[in-house]
């Protein structure tokens, strides 16, 4: 068993106690957000930082608002 740290631009996103080490470019989904591994640090003997890419949110409030065929209530 791992504790697996996961960053997201040096901010702390999650830790997990996992069997299996995430690798590069592997696509994981945290919290409900899907994001890539970009590097793996290994800290100790079992424990590794995990630095992850998130997808960026598209903001439909925004996207329905330059919409002009929508009408608006």
Same mark, same amino acid.
């Given at each position: 068993?791992?504790?697996?740290? *996961?960053?997201?631009?040096?901010?702390? #996103? !999650?830790?997990?106690? !996992?069997?299996?080490?995430? $690798?590069? /470019? /592997?696509?994981?989904?945290?919290?409900?957000?899907?994001?890539?591994?970009?590097?793996?640090?290994?800290? @100790?003997?079992?424990?590794?930082? #995990? *630095?992850?890419? *998130?997808?960026? #949110? #598209? /903001? @439909? $409030? @925004?996207?329905?608002? !330059?919409?002009?065929?929508?009408?608006?209530?």
């Amino acid at each position: 068993m791992y504790a697996i740290h *996961f960053y997201e631009n040096n901010n702390y #996103v !999650l830790n997990q106690v !996992l069997r299996t080490i995430p $690798s590069l /470019d /592997d696509n994981v989904t945290l919290k409900g957000r899907k994001g890539k591994v970009t590097n793996v640090e290994e800290i @100790k003997e079992n424990v590794y930082y #995990v *630095f992850v890419e *998130f997808e960026k #949110v #598209v /903001d @439909k $409030s @925004k996207t329905a608002a !330059l919409d002009p065929k929508k009408k608006r209530r």
